[in-house]
């Protein structure tokens, strides 16, 4: 039943390497600098993930958790949406737990904390992971949307952190964002998953207060928040249509006809654009609008699978299906022009440096690679310099040197790296740590 619902509900029908683009927004909001994560698998034949924080004093990797598996902390496989995992000061951070039985929980961790216990579990027991989700900007409550196992509807759970994770839900609800003040905003539909509303749910004294309901049938797909707060922009599954609504009320108005109901709609992590996969048809559409919500950068036949904009909004790293490789491109929007990167086999992990002097990049052999080489490019000249090879993830920090993962097939041991651009040679970090490990997407 519930296999159904997913199919019949758009929400899910988003592919998942979309969602990726999703994960790097962080809608123009300040965070505090990341610390160093990692998961990944003990060895070949664990079933069961481990996560681990980088110590720069100890030069040790701290555990975290141990004995868990999960989808969210791996960065090659993160199916979370635009929210990051952590929360905005990095204390938090949620994930996707399935046990062995295939039962899906969510768990709360304190990464500052060696192997402590989770501060928050859902205990919902799902089959699903959780679909949409967010931190409250002070880090009291984490969000989600979830498919309920025993009434097969989607509901809001909200987590409170700071009583013992207690989980507070509204059902027939879709979680949208949080008000600076730990309102949460979220659409709610009724059984015939049509729209009955935006409204402000209220977690302290669980009440909501209706912000507009939809004069039409609206077959509601996916939404999110503009960064202003000011407009809810959701689909509708029936007009395969983009629409945005003011929170303060009033009457839908179109956005962007799409082709179908396969999409992603989300914001870049400056507020700049607000971006459409459109992938209802073969074209795989990405169009970008800006804040006035006219379309001002077109694109066809994109790669979903790594995208990347520059902290300013300047920079737009992306992929075009190419014969026979993917493609790499990088626009300029200042300078109103784009120049080719690279072919070179799968591309993958695209990152642009926090001081836009520089473009970090994964080439793999096939998709069934966990590893490849990695590149850096520095922009002024697009030089591209080989960094290393059996690379399986990368990171630039706020000082944007880059941080990386390089796995050794031979003992399935990993090594933890930095490379200063500029410098020759990058320095060691954690050298064969057990384990195939990957860097959690910041």
């Known amino acids: 039943m519930i296999r159904a619902q997913i199919r019949k509900f758009s929400i899910l029908l988003v592919v998942s390497v979309a969602l990726v683009l999703l994960s790097t927004s962080c809608q123009g909001k300040t965070v505090a600098p990341a610390p160093i994560i990692l998961g990944g698998f003990p060895d070949l034949n664990s079933p069961m993930q481990n996560?681990?924080?980088?110590?720069?004093?100890?030069?040790?990797?701290?555990?975290?958790?141990?004995?868990?598996?999960?989808?969210?902390?791996?960065?090659?496989?993160?199916?979370?949406?635009?929210?990051?995992?952590?929360?905005?000061?990095?204390?938090?951070?949620a994930m996707d737990v399935m046990d062995l039985e295939g039962y899906w929980d969510l768990k709360v961790v304190d990464v500052t904390q060696k192997e402590g216990n989770p501060i928050a579990t859902s205990q919902i027991g799902?089959?699903?992971?959780?679909?949409?989700?967010?931190?409250s900007a002070d880090g009291h409550y984490y969000a989600?949307?979830?498919?309920n196992e025993t009434t097969n509807i989607l509901e809001l759970g909200v987590l409170d952190l700071t009583n013992h994770g207690t989980?507070?839900?509204?059902?027939?609800?879709?979680?949208?964002?949080?008000?600076p003040d730990d309102q949460v905003y979220a659409?709610?539909?009724?059984?015939?998953?049509?729209?009955?509303?935006?409204?402000?749910?209220?977690?302290?004294?669980?009440?909501?207060?209706?912000?507009?309901?939809?004069?039409?049938?609206?077959?509601?797909?996916?939404?999110t928040l503009s960064p202003d707060q000011k407009w809810v922009l959701f689909t509708d599954q029936t007009t395969k249509t983009l629409n945005r609504v003011a929170v303060s009320g009033g009457t839908p108005e179109l956005v962007y006809q799409l082709t179908g109901n396969n999409t992603a709609v989300n914001y870049d992590q400056t507020g700049k654009f607000l971006i459409v996969l459109d992938l209802g048809t073969n074209q795989q559409l990405l169009k970008l609008f800006d804040v006035d919500f006219k379309e001002v950068y077109s694109l066809s036949g994109i790669g979903t699978?790594?995208?990347?904009?520059?902290?300013?909004?300047?920079?737009?790293?992306?992929?075009?299906?190419?014969?026979?490789?993917?493609?790499?491109?990088?626009?300029?929007?200042?300078?109103?022009?784009?120049?080719?990167?690279?072919?070179?086999?799968?591309?993958?992990?695209v990152r642009i440096s926090p001081d836009n002097k520089y473009l970090a990049y994964l080439s793999i052999k096939s998709n069934s690679d966990h590893?490849?080489?990695?590149?850096?490019?520095?922009?002024?000249?697009?030089?591209?310099?080989?960094?290393?090879t059996g690379v399986t993830s990368l990171k630039f920090d706020m000082d944007?040197?880059?941080?990386?993962?390089?796995?050794?097939?031979?003992?399935?041991?990993?090594?933890?790296?930095?490379?200063?651009?500029g410098e020759s040679a990058p320095t060691s970090l954690i050298s064969d740590a057990k384990g195939i490990l990957f860097l959690v997407h910041e």
């Open 51 to 93: 996560l681990y924080r980088y110590d720069s004093a100890a030069k040790s990797l701290v555990p975290i958790t141990e004995k868990t598996a999960s989808l969210t902390y791996l960065e090659t496989i993160t199916f979370h949406s635009y929210k990051s995992v952590f929360s905005p000061d990095y204390k938090y951070m």
């Open 126 to 135: 799902v089959q699903l992971p959780k679909l949409h989700e967010g931190f």
């Open 144 to 147: 989600f949307s979830y498919y």
């Open 167 to 179: 989980l507070i839900t509204l059902p027939n609800a879709h979680f949208i964002d949080f008000t």
């Open 187 to 223: 659409l709610t539909f009724d059984a015939k998953e049509l729209l009955t509303g935006l409204v402000k749910f209220d977690p302290a004294t669980e009440k909501t207060v209706t912000v507009f309901q939809p004069s039409a049938d609206v077959k509601l797909g996916i939404a």
């Open 305 to 349: 699978t790594t995208m990347d904009f520059s902290r300013d909004g300047r920079f737009f790293a992306y992929q075009l299906y190419g014969k026979p490789n993917m493609e790499l491109y990088l626009t300029d929007f200042q300078a109103k022009t784009y120049f080719f990167i690279a072919n070179s086999g799968i591309l993958y992990k």
């Open 371 to 388: 590893a490849g080489t990695l590149y850096l490019v520095r922009l002024k000249d697009l030089q591209s310099t080989k960094i290393d």
């Open 400 to 421: 944007s040197s880059l941080v990386y993962v390089k796995l050794n097939d031979t003992n399935l041991t990993s090594s933890l790296y930095r490379q200063v651009p």
